[in-house]
């Protein structure tokens, strides 16, 4: 149960020379295998996993839509439903509001990944790279269906769009 990035790399690029491209960016490209995704990606790709550690849960990637999603309307009710005080409650949500200003990402957090993938597409042979991050629920190679596909040129690629990520969407930056 756990956020894991994956990636689509042309199947023409130099693999070993992109490896060592997202070592130095403290990622990895390890060949990897989801016959349901791999489906999906299509001839001309090939399917690789990014996590250089256990997961991907605190990735820059995609904060944004996820810090909307919480509802703080929802979280009291729960609160009120467990049967807290509403002293108690306040308090809870000024040290969750506390720990989101003290850690939480922000734009610039995800600079390191734009530097990743334009160093990426400036290698030889290496037009497109894909970036996908899903929730998994269980093994990296359960069936997965893509929520959707962006093609992104890499004129329009900026720290806002991979901000804003969505789960489940393949972003295939080209140059």
């Not at 810090?67 to 005080?85: H, N």
């Not at 990426?120 to 894909?130: A, E, I, K, M, N």
């Not at 929730?135 to 069936?143: A, E, R, S, T, V």
């Amino acid at each position: 149960m756990c956020r894991f990035i994956t990636a689509a790399v042309s199947a023409e690029a130099d693999l070993a020379a992109l490896q060592a491209i997202a070592q130095r960016h403290g990622r990895r490209l390890q060949p990897t295998s989801n016959p349901s995704i791999e489906r999906q990606l299509g001839p001309g790709l090939r399917y690789c996993l990014t996590t250089p550690a256990h997961c991907d849960c605190d990735t820059p990637l995609g904060w944004r839509l996820r810090d909307r999603a919480k509802d703080p309307a929802e979280a009291v009710q729960r609160m009120r439903r467990k049967g807290w005080s509403e002293a108690k409650i306040e308090r809870a949500l000024a040290q969750q509001q506390s720990a989101r200003e003290t850690h939480a990402p922000s734009q610039d957090s995800c600079a390191p990944w734009l530097e990743l993938i334009r160093d990426l597409l400036g290698q030889p042979r290496s037009t497109r790279f894909g970036l996908l991050m899903c929730w998994y629920n269980g093994q990296l190679d359960d069936d997965l269906v893509l929520a959707d596909r962006q093609d992104v040129p890499l004129a329009s690629l900026d720290l806002q769009l991979l901000a804003s990520m969505r789960e489940g969407v393949l972003y295939e930056f080209r140059r």
